[in-house]
């Protein structure tokens, strides 16, 4: 296969301005006729042929103004129609045979159960009909769906109803025409038996808007959130960023089959069913949050992708970086701000940083792909958000409302770049962003090493940063980034310090502009020795390196004013703490907790808090994948074993005091997703874990206790977890086969039982999960029981995916070559743990390897060959 290249963009020769869709529904034997109005760009010479992409299409017409073409006026070859000679304006008719039920790859059209639907982004729309599907090919859009009245009773796409009715043979048709230009990627079809909830929302200049959520029918108990969601979303896009929405209808719906969280199509939202369908009886306080998050974020589109979209694929982060920045705005403004950060940050430097510093790394805005749907990464989404939220502090929010508002007026209705997002903060803020826009082209997390030196004498603190990008594939050599380190000095009994630069105060909290190799700063006035808080609110994607001390790190947990900074710092004391304890643990010796982190964790439990949602994320100990990512080598079973032995030390030490927090967080209320609710229920489940730690009777029996009161999922899911991974297989076994044999009827439920049983830390987990693979509610061709099953063992039981006998790995490769014939999408991302195999011991390396080199003799699918390749490059 091929690579594409960003410097090889050329404008389209041909602009469709009016697409013409009529769809004949058929499982296997869709008809599509389409009838498009094609226009020469002006820049174009005459004899420019005509390039449109199609894949599995079979061709049944093709004729230009209404006269059908000869076989040596055209060719098609290697997915591509080229029609030779064609005026400068036009109209293309084809009709094409395709088949949605034997489409497993979930591109395109395709069946659902008993749905039709599509999914078009990024290339999708090639599988629906000849077309020029790339974002910078703007038309209207005019639909006609054909199908059974009986089966299809409702059949939806982009826009408005304009006309329907009636057609013989027991069909009916319904035509949608959607006003604004949009490209092909944003076009879908949704077709089958549903309901809808409807609600209404009146925008901010007053016009009413009807919102429509469609499910199947055994699902309409799961729609009022998401419905909630949308409404605050909409509202708060008004207030935060003055967009409003621009239909008459907004649509969303459910479908069970489906490779990603969701997606914006203009007006027609479709959702995987696990990102929008929740109750409070099978849905957990993370997928409640996550679902506002989705909800929020496709919405947010219109704008940010749809009204302004992307001139070419290469520009994905310009829409999506966008669009997670402005959804991770939206939760910190409506659930605990502090939380949303820590969570979003414990995320991207475990996960994208692994992704930056693997063979697949590459820049927020890459410059070269083979498959383009493998670049919906957590580079392009987690770290574009973050280059967009340095962007935002770096000109302040009020220029960063300006620029946004400017960037939207100017370019509406346009497919632009990422330099024309940021040219206009530069021109609001009359900043020179010129070096900033290195973050866009430079894969690899900088590493910031700094270092701190106090004169007594001069009552000075001189602060040295310096910069290091690694190599990453392709990019051996880098230049200094322009990183905003949010910074601030704490004396020794906690207080903050004034931070005096050239006479001039700055209060207690600064942004020192880090845009040199190395740079240092003098802090005057100083009468102690401070102690610096570095990199607040995770001020820049980087890897921060500054030798604390524990009991630096314990006065940060405990006083610095910045709330993210306190959590960091307790997960490094933690970090610290667990290192020795794998040290002892390699030298077969006992493994003792620092007292420090014992002593601070009861401070912790023991001091009020009007935050309880901050405190129970202090409570988890560093999860075994961030602490991997310390690591030269990963030691997986070290880890594993320190931070079991860790666990175990603080309940033991902590017992009355986890004790009296998970009594003091019992809830009377109603269930309620509230940020109140969630963030006592995290605390109580939080406390109940190191309870059942100790090994003692009393506090499984409270878990089983909570299992059977069923109050709700996440107090369920929590007691089940425990009781499931407990060695008291009397107790975890019938509460495993009850909430099997209760929930066998809804797969989203399911998936949960899957996800519980496969992190279950001992080592008998692989003959649970070779036997679950085999369980009637297991299918490969579900992305969503792909991911909870297969998915949550290979990334979330990473001491048992990892066995030295290399069983873990056989399970895996043997996954991949049966998805990358069905779903190559799915093959390409499951199989990302195996390409990080240079981060292991020799044995370790040698069998994922052999796995890798096994899956490579395989015929690959573009998307695979693309990932195997650079993994064993
Ligand atoms: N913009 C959407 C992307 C998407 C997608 C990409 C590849 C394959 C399947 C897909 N489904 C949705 C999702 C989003 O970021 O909102
Ligand atoms: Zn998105």
Redesign the pocket.
């Known amino acids: 296969p091929q690579a594409i290249y960003l410097s090889d963009y050329q404008p389209p020769a041909y602009q469709v301005t009016r697409t013409e869709l009529t769809f004949e529904l058929d499982p296997h034997a869709t008809r599509v006729r389409a009838r498009l109005h094609l226009e020469r760009h002006e820049d174009q010479g005459q004899g420019e042929a005509l390039v449109l992409n199609g894949e599995h299409l079979t061709t049944l017409e093709l004729a230009i103004d209404g006269q059908t073409l000869k076989d040596d006026e055209y060719r098609i070859e290697n997915e591509r129609l080229t029609i030779f000679r064609v005026p400068e304006r036009f109209v293309l008719d084809t009709e094409v045979e395709i088949d949605p039920a034997a489409n497993t790859a ?2 395109g059209l395709y069946v659902s159960g008993s749905m039709f639907c599509t ?1 078009c ?2 290339e ?1 729309f090639r599988r629906i009909t000849w077309y020029p599907d790339r974002p910078d090919v703007m038309a209207t859009f005019e639909t006609t769906i054909i199908g059974d009245r009986e089966q299809l009773p409702v059949m939806l796409s982009n826009g408005n109803p304009v006309e329907w009715g009636e057609l013989p043979d027991g069909r009916h048709f319904v035509t949608w025409q959607d006003p604004h230009p949009k490209p092909s990627y944003l076009f879908a079809l949704v077709a089958g038996e549903l309901e809808k909830l409807e609600d209404r929302f009146t925008t901010m200049s007053g016009r009413e808007v009807t919102l429509q959520l469609w499910v199947e029918a055994r699902n309409t108990d799961k729609t009022e959130w998401a419905m909630e969601s949308l409404k605050r979303a909409m509202r708060w896009d008004e207030q935060a960023y003055g967009r409003e929405y621009d239909l008459d209808r907004f649509m969303i719906v459910a479908v069970d089959d ?7 199509n203009k007006g027609l939202n479709i959702f995987n069913s696990a990102a929008v369908l929740a109750n409070p009886a099978t849905t957990t306080d993370a997928a409640f949050q996550r679902i506002d998050t ?1 909800v929020a ?2 919405y947010f ?1 219109n704008w940010s ?1 749809n009204r302004v979209t992307c001139r070419d694929w290469f520009q994905l982060a310009l ?2 970086g966008f ?1 997670v920045f402005r959804d991770q705005s939206y939760t910190e403004d409506t659930q605990s701000a502090a939380v949303a950060r820590i969570q979003n940050v414990a995320m991207l430097r475990t996960a994208q940083f692994a992704e930056d510093a693997g063979p697949t790394a590459h820049p927020v805005r890459p410059d070269h792909f083979i498959e383009i ?1 493998n670049f ?1 990464t957590l580079t392009i ?1 987690e770290k574009g958000a973050e280059v967009v939220r340095m962007l935002r502090n770096l000109v302040g929010p009020e220029t960063f409302r300006r620029g946004s508002d400017r960037y939207f007026e100017r370019f509406d209705g346009q497919a632009v770049r990422v330099e024309d997002f940021v040219a206009t903060m530069a021109e609001v803020s009359g900043l020179d962003l010129d070096q900033f826009m290195r973050w866009y082209s430079q894969a690899g997390t900088p590493q910031l090493s700094v270092q701190g030196e106090y004169d007594a004498t001069a009552r000075q603190y001189h602060l040295t940063i310096a910069q290091h990008t690694p190599a990453t594939p392709g990019q051996p050599d880098k230049q200094p980034l322009h990183i905003p380190v949010r910074m601030g000095l704490l004396g020794p009994d906690g207080a903050s310090l004034e931070l005096v630069v050239n006479g001039e105060s700055h209060g207690t909290d600064t942004v020192l502009a880090l845009q040199q190799e190395r740079q240092s700063w003098t802090f005057e006035q100083l009468d102690v020795a401070p102690v610096p808080s570095l990199l607040r609110g995770f001020s820049a994607p980087v890897q921060l390196d500054y030798n604390w001390s524990r009991d630096d790190l314990a006065l940060l947990m405990r006083f610095d004013e910045d709330g993210f900074n306190r959590w960091d710092g307790g997960q490094r004391l933690a970090l610290a703490a667990l290192e020795d304890m794998m040290v002892a643990w390699r030298a077969n010796e006992s493994m003792k907790l620092d007292g420090r982190l014992i002593e601070a964790w009861r401070g912790l439990l023991n001091s009020p808090t009007d935050d309880r949602a901050v405190l129970a994320e202090m409570l988890r100990l560093p999860t075994e994948a961030w602490i991997a990512e310390q690591q030269s080598v990963v030691d997986v079973d070290a880890i594993h074993a320190a931070r079991e032995a860790a666990i175990s030390q603080l309940a033991d030490n902590l017992y009355v005091d986890f004790e009296r927090t998970y009594h003091a967080n019992q809830l009377d209320a109603p269930y309620a997703p509230t940020p109140e609710q969630i963030a006592a229920r995290s605390l109580k489940n939080v406390a109940l874990g190191y309870m059942v730690a100790t090994g003692e009777r009393e506090p499984l029996m409270l878990a089983q206790a909570q299992f059977e009161a069923d109050h709700n999922m996440t107090d369920v899911r929590a007691a089940l977890t425990l009781l499931a991974h407990s060695d008291a297989s009397e107790l975890g076994d019938p509460a495993i086969r009850a909430f099997g044999e209760r929930w066998a009827h809804d797969p989203l439920v399911m998936d949960q039982w899957f996800a519980t049983q496969v992190t279950r830390p001992q080592q008998d987990v692989m003959e649970r999960l070779k036997f679950l693979m085999e369980h009637q509610a297991f299918s490969l061709k579900n992305p969503n029981r792909v991911r909870a099953l297969i998915g949550t063992f290979v990334n979330s039981n990473r001491v048992n995916f990892h066995r030295i006998d290399g069983e873990g790995y056989r399970l895996l490769a043997d996954v991949v070559i049966e998805l990358n014939q069905l779903n190559p ?1 799915i093959a390409a991302r499951m199989v990302t743990p195996l390409t990080r195999f240079r981060r292991f011991d020799e044995q370790r390396q040698r069998l994922m390897r052999a796995e890798l080199e096994r899956i490579r003799q395989e015929p690959l699918s573009r998307n695979l060959y693309e990932v195997v390749a650079k993994a064993l490059a």
């Open positions: 979930l591109e999914q982004e990024p999708g489906f490779n990603m969280g969701a997606m914006e989705i974020h496709e589109h992708g829409k999506e669009t749907s919906y989404y999408e």
